[in-house]
C-alpha cells in the first residue's frame, strides 16, 4: 500500500512537472508566433499557411502582416499579409486617367475562370513597380486610389503578386503601430 501511494505521488509530481513545462513553452512559442490561414477567396498571394514571427520587422520585399483599419469593406482588426514594398521616404508617383480616357484603358480580368472587362483609373509607381489600379471592384463598387506622396516615416506600402490585390494603391499606407511582424510562408 505504501509503495502505490508513492508511486502515485512520483506520478503526480511527474505530471506537474511536464505540464508546466508544456505550459511554459506554449506561452513562450504563442508570445513570438501566430499562425495564420488565408481566408477561402482571398488569395492574393501564392500561399495559404504562415508563420509570423511577432519580434521579427519585415523590410522591403519580406512578407509583412499587419492589423488592419480603415480599410473599406472591411471590418477594423482583421489581420493582412502583403509584400511589403515602400518603406519611409520613398516616392509614389500617379498618374490618373481623365474619365474620357479610362474607356481606351480597358483590359480583361479572369475570376472564378469568368473573364470580366474592367477600365483602369490610372496607375501608380513605387520603386520601379508599376501597379494598375482598377476603376471598380468586381462587385462594381467604385475604387479609391491612393494619392502620390513621399512616404512620410512610420508609414509602409504594402502590395501582393495578383494584379487584382486589395492593397496599398487603394487604401493607403500602414501605419508602423499596427505591424503586428515578419510573416513566412508555410503552404
Not at 38 to 47: D, E, K, S
Request: charged fraction near 20%; aromatic fraction near 12%.
Amino acid at each position: 500500500m505504501i509503495e502505490q501511494v508513492k508511486s502515485r505521488r512520483k506520478f503526480l509530481i511527474a505530471s506537474f512537472i511536464i505540464g508546466l513545462v508544456c505550459y511554459l513553452l506554449l506561452e513562450f512559442v504563442s508570445a513570438r508566433y501566430i499562425v495564420a490561414f488565408t481566408r477561402q477567396g482571398h488569395y492574393c498571394l501564392p500561399y495559404s499557411l504562415w508563420l509570423i514571427d511577432k519580434t521579427k520587422r519585415p523590410g522591403r520585399g519580406d512578407f509583412a502582416c499587419f492589423v488592419g483599419r480603415g480599410i473599406p469593406n472591411f471590418a477594423d482588426g482583421i489581420k493582412w499579409v502583403k509584400i511589403l514594398s515602400g518603406m519611409p521616404g520613398d516616392r509614389i508617383e500617379t498618374r490618373v486617367y481623365p474619365p474620357g480616357e479610362r474607356d481606351s484603358h480597358r483590359t480583361v480580368i479572369e475570376v472564378n475562370g469568368l473573364p470580366i472587362p474592367m477600365r483602369l483609373q490610372g496607375v501608380v509607381y513605387l520603386n520601379n513597380m508599376e501597379f494598375n489600379v482598377y476603376e471598380k471592384d468586381t462587385k462594381g463598387r467604385t475604387l479609391p486610389m491612393i494619392a502620390g506622396q513621399t512616404i512620410p516615416p512610420g508609414r509602409y506600402y504594402v502590395h501582393a503578386t495578383s494584379s487584382r490585390s486589395f492593397d496599398s494603391r487603394y487604401w493607403g499606407l500602414v501605419d508602423e503601430e499596427n505591424m503586428v511582424g515578419k510573416a513566412t510562408p508555410l503552404y
